[in-house]
């Protein structure tokens, strides 16, 4: 790794917006993040942190006319090089990233794809539409891709509705749709939580064969520490919409240095035995997501063990650690 | 499928018995009696009792049902009191502008309902969605009688661009006939279309909200493709069973506005029919009118298994 290459996806201080009935809401607020080709970022965080809604918009799949980014930006590198803000793209011209560069998997497999259509018909009618192939290789397409997630009998199964599958095997069939032309950039949003773990370890190392495979970049989001260490290559933790912790895979479950990091590793049962210090910290993070997270201060200092004063005053900065480690604590060089 | 088709198909045939069997004892509470009308007010005694007894109607009403219920399973209706012809001829030579009629008014409620329903959905709260609710509620409040009689006012007699009324001159051309029906047929479309655009609507919405549609979204497909191809292709079924009821309804509501254009229609046929106490008329109209309301509802679940593949009989 000579060259540093430029990233496939760089979040750059992300603000998104939803005008709601009950006034606006900003559940995403600075954040960034990176991905980079062939490799797997971890986006983890707690339920309602703001996942989803970074995810969303990359894709320029926020919820309109009431979700908006309102600040930062998205870098995303094209298949010819061309680097483009996603943030500034208009929503016509999204359509051209979607399912093609960018391919995204939902968490409810048993409610993402089309009830009365074929999965054939609904792999083959992206492929048309991006690779711009006919009817009868785009079929045959679907019918490859079918195979590639390790469908038995794919032939036959192309031609059979959502319906008729279990729950794994329509995830494998959204997998087929993401991958089936050839993304840069995989969004999976929490692809196993609605599995049995059996099918979601198969789910996962499908996953993992296929970025390797096609050095594919994989954003992967999850609420599940486990499959983070699993498949990671980078972790970047939220808190309350914002990023509190960006590191190596290794670097984050040896080194956390974030109260939060440390507190969700400390919740996994293999580490709750023996933590960075040696202490056993928590079993379950006390308090949930604070609700007046306009306060100026830290988010997850009303839930945070070693908060002091200090930290209900300012709002900290990411902080590098090393080059490649960021934590939004002011309190870390003291923990 | 085919069995449960057949079974289905069982228990419309309990409803219709049912259907039949009040229409005839219904008909035989309203006072008034069929011989004396026919005969006059000079008519004497012994003639009305022997024009009773020749149709049968000196006899129990029980008697009269049994004798009537089993002609009917045998696929008689009778004769008519009035119009020296069987009641199934009569209901025949009054059936084309009644069809076509209905055939007509719902193409046009679906034409403007189904694409207004969609057009409000997708832009929901905006400007042309409240216009098109609002369109919708007007249409739904408007008297089909008293719209019937505007368009008339306005397109026939000011315009001079349809038939005032009528079917026709006798022995006018099928593309002539048809010419009279367009007025009375845009009024019940007209009519019939808001409740279609309220279903197509709701239902819309409810499928445009779906995880799929999300799932199409995220392929980059066009709008118009997610919309039609993966929202209205799952809001189908909602809408063919509006579509179908409505259908059924008109049949039903065409005695009104057969009435108001002078349509010689099976609604009118059954007007002057309950006017003269010609019960087998009544009786056998309002059995075929049954008849058709069961069989757009048999084609309503045949529909549901062409356009959902989770519909199995
Ligand atoms: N359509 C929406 N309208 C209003 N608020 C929303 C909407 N979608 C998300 N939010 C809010 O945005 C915040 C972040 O939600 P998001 O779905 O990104 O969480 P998440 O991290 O993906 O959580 P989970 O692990 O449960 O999926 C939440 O507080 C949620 O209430
Ligand atoms: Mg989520």
Same mark, same amino acid.
């Given at each position: 790794?000579?060259?540093?290459?430029?990233?496939?996806?760089?979040?750059?201080?992300?603000?998104?917006?939803?005008?709601?009935?009950?006034?606006?809401?900003? /559940?995403?607020?600075?954040?960034?993040?990176?991905?980079?080709?062939?490799?797997?970022?971890?986006?983890?965080?707690?339920?309602?942190?703001?996942?989803?809604?970074?995810?969303?918009?990359?894709?320029?799949?926020?919820?309109?006319?009431?979700?908006?980014?309102?600040?930062?930006?998205?870098?995303?590198?094209?298949? #010819?090089?061309?680097?483009?803000?996603?943030?500034?793209?208009?929503?016509?011209?999204?359509?051209?990233?979607?399912?093609?560069?960018?391919?995204?998997?939902?968490?409810? /497999?048993?409610?993402?794809? #089309? /009830?009365?259509?074929?999965?054939?018909?609904?792999?083959?009618?992206?492929?048309?539409?991006?690779?711009?192939?006919?009817?009868?290789?785009?079929?045959?397409?679907?019918?490859?891709?079918?195979?590639?997630?390790?469908?038995?009998?794919?032939?036959?199964?192309?031609?059979?509705?959502?319906?008729?599958?279990?729950?794994?095997?329509?995830?494998?069939?959204?997998?087929?749709?993401?991958?089936?032309?050839? /993304?840069?950039?995989?969004?999976?949003?929490?692809?196993?939580?609605?599995?049995?773990?059996?099918?979601?370890?198969?789910?996962?190392?499908?996953?993992?064969?296929?970025?390797?495979? #096609?050095?594919?970049?994989?954003?992967?989001?999850?609420? #599940?520490?486990?499959?983070?260490?699993?498949?990671?290559?980078?972790?970047?933790?939220?808190?309350?919409?914002?990023?509190?912790?960006?590191?190596?895979?290794?670097?984050?479950?040896?080194?956390?240095?974030?109260?939060?990091?440390?507190?969700?590793?400390?919740?996994?049962?293999?580490?709750?035995?023996?933590?960075?210090?040696?202490?056993?910290?928590?079993?379950?993070?006390?308090?949930?997501?604070?609700?007046?997270?306009?306060?100026?201060?830290?988010?997850?200092?009303?839930?945070?063990?070693?908060?002091?004063?200090?930290?209900?005053?300012?709002?900290?900065?990411?902080?590098?650690?090393?080059?490649?480690?960021?934590?939004?604590?002011?309190?870390?060089?003291?923990? | 499928?085919?069995?449960?088709?057949?079974?289905?198909?069982?228990?419309?045939?309990?409803?219709?018995?049912?259907?039949?069997?009040?229409?005839?004892?219904?008909? =035989?509470?309203?006072?008034?009696?069929? &011989?004396?009308?026919?005969? $006059?007010?000079?008519?004497?005694?012994?003639? *009305?009792?022997?024009?009773? =007894?020749?149709?049968?109607?000196?006899?129990?009403?029980?008697?009269?049902? *049994?004798?009537?219920?089993?002609? !009917?399973?045998?696929?008689?209706?009778?004769?008519?009191?009035?119009?020296?012809?069987?009641?199934?001829?009569?209901?025949?030579?009054?059936?084309?502008?009644?069809?076509?009629?209905?055939?007509?008014?719902?193409?046009? &409620?679906?034409?403007?309902?189904?694409?207004?329903?969609?057009?409000?959905? !997708?832009?929901? +709260?905006?400007?042309?969605?409240?216009?098109?609710?609002?369109?919708?509620?007007?249409?739904?409040?408007?008297?089909?009688?008293?719209?019937? %009689?505007?368009?008339?006012?306005?397109?026939?007699?000011?315009?001079?661009?349809?038939?005032?009324? +009528?079917?026709?001159?006798?022995?006018?051309?099928?593309?002539?006939?048809?010419?009279? %029906?367009?007025?009375?047929?845009?009024?019940?479309?007209?009519?019939?279309?808001?409740?279609?655009? =309220?279903?197509?609507?709701?239902?819309?919405?409810? !499928?445009?909200?779906?995880?799929?549609?999300? @799932?199409?979204?995220?392929?980059?497909?066009?709008?118009?493709?997610?919309?039609?191809?993966?929202?209205?292709?799952? &809001?189908?079924?909602?809408?063919?069973?509006?579509?179908?009821?409505?259908?059924?309804?008109?049949?039903?509501?065409?005695?009104?506005?057969? @009435?108001?254009? $002078?349509?010689? $229609? *099976?609604?009118?046929? !059954?007007?002057?029919?309950?006017?003269?106490?010609?019960?087998?008329?009544?009786?056998?109209?309002?059995?075929?009118?049954?008849?058709?309301?069961?069989? *757009?509802?048999?084609?309503?679940?045949?529909?549901?298994?062409?356009?959902?593949?989770?519909?199995?009989?």
């Amino acid at each position: 790794m000579a060259l540093a290459q430029a990233p496939l996806l760089e979040i750059d201080q992300l603000e998104v917006e939803f005008r709601t009935e009950t006034g606006p809401i900003v /559940p995403v607020r600075g954040v960034s993040l990176r991905v980079d080709a062939g490799r797997t970022t971890a986006l983890v965080g707690e339920s309602g942190s703001g996942k989803s809604v970074t995810s969303l918009a990359i894709m320029g799949l926020l919820p309109r006319p009431f979700g908006r980014v309102l600040a930062g930006s998205i870098r995303f590198s094209r298949r #010819n090089g061309e680097v483009v803000d996603l943030a500034t793209v208009p929503p016509r011209g999204m359509r051209a990233f979607r399912g093609s560069e960018i391919a995204m998997i939902f968490q409810e /497999p048993m409610t993402s794809l #089309n /009830p009365v259509l074929t999965i054939g018909e609904q792999i083959a009618e992206q492929v048309r539409l991006h690779l711009r192939l006919g009817r009868e290789a785009a079929k045959s397409r679907a019918v490859d891709m079918l195979g590639l997630v390790e469908i038995p009998d794919a032939r036959r199964r192309a031609d059979e509705y959502p319906h008729q599958m279990s729950g794994g095997m329509r995830q494998r069939v959204m997998i087929a749709l993401a991958m089936s032309c050839s /993304p840069r950039l995989l969004i999976a949003d929490e692809p196993t939580t609605a599995l049995d773990v059996t099918i979601q370890a198969e789910i996962l190392a499908l996953i993992d064969r296929l970025r390797r495979e #096609n050095d594919m970049g994989v954003l992967f989001i999850t609420h #599940n520490l486990g499959v983070v260490a699993e498949i990671a290559d980078v972790v970047t933790v939220m808190y309350a919409g914002e990023v509190v912790e960006t590191a190596g895979v290794r670097d984050l479950f040896h080194h956390p240095r974030h109260p939060y990091t440390r507190a969700l590793i400390s919740c996994l049962p293999e580490h709750a035995l023996r933590g960075e210090d040696g202490r056993r910290v928590v079993q379950a993070i006390p308090g949930s997501v604070a609700g007046s997270l306009d306060a100026p201060g830290c988010k997850f200092a009303p839930r945070c063990v070693h908060a002091v004063d200090a930290c209900q005053a300012a709002h900290p900065q990411l902080d590098a650690v090393e080059p490649t480690h960021f934590v939004r604590c002011d309190r870390w060089r003291a923990l | 499928m085919f069995a449960a088709i057949v079974r289905k198909f069982a228990g419309m045939l309990v409803v219709m018995y049912i259907v039949a069997t009040m229409v005839f004892f219904l008909t =035989r509470l309203a006072p008034g009696d069929p &011989a004396s009308l026919m005969l $006059g007010d000079q008519a004497s005694l012994t003639d *009305i009792e022997e024009l009773r =007894r020749t149709y049968g109607l000196d006899q129990p009403v029980i008697v009269q049902y *049994i004798l009537w219920l089993k002609e !009917v399973v045998r696929g008689n209706l009778g004769q008519s009191i009035f119009l020296q012809r069987s009641v199934l001829q009569a209901i025949a030579e009054r059936a084309e502008p009644t069809f076509f009629l209905a055939l007509f008014s719902i193409l046009i &409620a679906a034409a403007i309902g189904i694409p207004a329903g969609i057009i409000s959905a !997708v832009w929901r +709260g905006q400007r042309i969605d409240q216009v098109v609710s609002a369109g919708a509620m007007l249409a739904a409040s408007i008297p089909s009688f008293w719209l019937g %009689l505007l368009f008339i006012q306005f397109f026939s007699v000011r315009m001079g661009w349809f038939p005032v009324a +009528g079917y026709g001159p006798p022995g006018g051309s099928f593309a002539e006939r048809l010419y009279h %029906l367009m007025l009375p047929a845009s009024v019940l479309g007209i009519v019939n279309s808001a409740l279609i655009t =309220r279903f197509t609507r709701g239902s819309m919405l409810d !499928v445009l909200s779906e995880d799929y549609v999300r @799932t199409a979204r995220a392929k980059g497909l066009s709008e118009a493709r997610i919309v039609l191809r993966h929202g209205l292709g799952n &809001a189908l079924v909602p809408i063919i069973t509006v579509v179908g009821l409505t259908a059924a309804l008109l049949v039903g509501g065409a005695i009104v506005t057969e @009435t108001v254009f $002078g349509l010689p $229609g *099976i609604g009118n046929l !059954v007007v002057s029919a309950v006017l003269r106490r010609d019960y087998p008329v009544i009786q056998g109209a309002l059995i075929v009118i049954a008849g058709i309301y069961v069989l *757009i509802n048999l084609s309503i679940d045949v529909l549901y298994t062409f356009v959902d593949p989770r519909v199995k009989y």
